[in-house]
């Protein structure tokens, strides 16, 4: 992916977990990033968008950062139903195309 | 409340053809950029394409480039998406989704999504 994500990333409940995104100045570096949330067999969710901005009904425990070509998306107080798949995205201006990250799959231990 | 209802998803011989539609209802669809993103078996979020309130701007991604058609018809409130030439790496659930607010410009902020529909491309 032209979006770099960690596979895997785990947490007990009531922990901070952060997601982390790297790409590019065609992509993050010179546009905005989101992050989606997605359960299996149900449809993803916008978490974050526009770096940092949270759509409304999402709660204030999922924050998102970006500095340069990189982005964050950050988890507190973690809970069991935040075990889900979570993707950054964003606009790539050479491909002319929006790309996603690869995915970062989170475990509440 | 803003829906998005995909259908046409089934099986497929590679080299064939499908179309996919998208109903949309709870809203204006032409005052929002489009989008179909995918997911196949095991694998992470794939865009495909989206399409301006006109119809008039498209892009492609790089391996459905000149095989998929995107089009929507604002007065059927209804979007598409032409799959041509498929092949067995286009098997993926395919959701269409409706950017979260009015621009321009390409907008990938998708805050409405389908529930996805299945093409399965084998012989």
């Known amino acids: 992916s032209v979006l770099t994500q960690p596979p895997s990333a785990s947490g007990t409940p009531g922990q901070r977990v952060t997601i982390s995104c790297s790409g590019g100045?065609?992509?993050?570096?010179?546009?905005?990033v989101n992050w989606y949330q997605h359960l299996p067999g149900t449809a993803p969710k916008l978490l974050i968008f526009?770096?940092?901005q949270r759509p409304s009904g999402v709660p204030e425990r999922f924050s998102g950062s970006k500095s340069g070509t990189s982005a964050s998306l950050a988890i507190s107080g973690l809970q069991s139903e935040d075990e889900a798949d979570y993707y950054c995205s964003t606009w790539d201006d050479s491909l002319k195309g929006a790309v996603f990250g690869g995915g970062t799959q989170l475990t509440v231990l | 409340e803003v829906q998005l209802v995909e259908s046409g998803g089934t099986l497929v011989q590679p080299g064939g053809s499908l179309r996919l539609s998208c109903a949309a209802s709870?809203?204006?669809?032409?005052?929002?950029?489009m989008t179909w993103v995918r997911q196949a078996p095991g694998k992470g979020l794939e865009w495909v394409a989206n399409?301006?309130?006109?119809?008039?701007?498209?892009y492609y991604v790089d391996s459905v480039r000149g095989r998929f058609t995107i089009s929507r018809d604002n007065a059927e409130k209804s979007l598409y998406l032409q799959m041509n030439s498929l092949r067995a790496e286009d098997t993926a659930v395919y959701y269409c989704?409706?950017?979260?607010?009015?621009?321009?410009?390409?907008?990938?902020?998708?805050?409405?999504w389908g529930q996805g529909t299945l093409v399965t491309v084998s012989s």
């Open positions: 709870g809203f204006t669809l032409n005052n929002f950029w």
């Open positions: 399409i301006n309130q006109d119809g008039s701007e498209q």
């Open positions: 526009s770096n940092d």
């Open positions: 989704a409706r950017a979260r607010i009015f621009t321009s410009w390409p907008n990938e902020e998708l805050a409405y």
């Open positions: 100045r065609s992509n993050i570096g010179s546009g905005t």
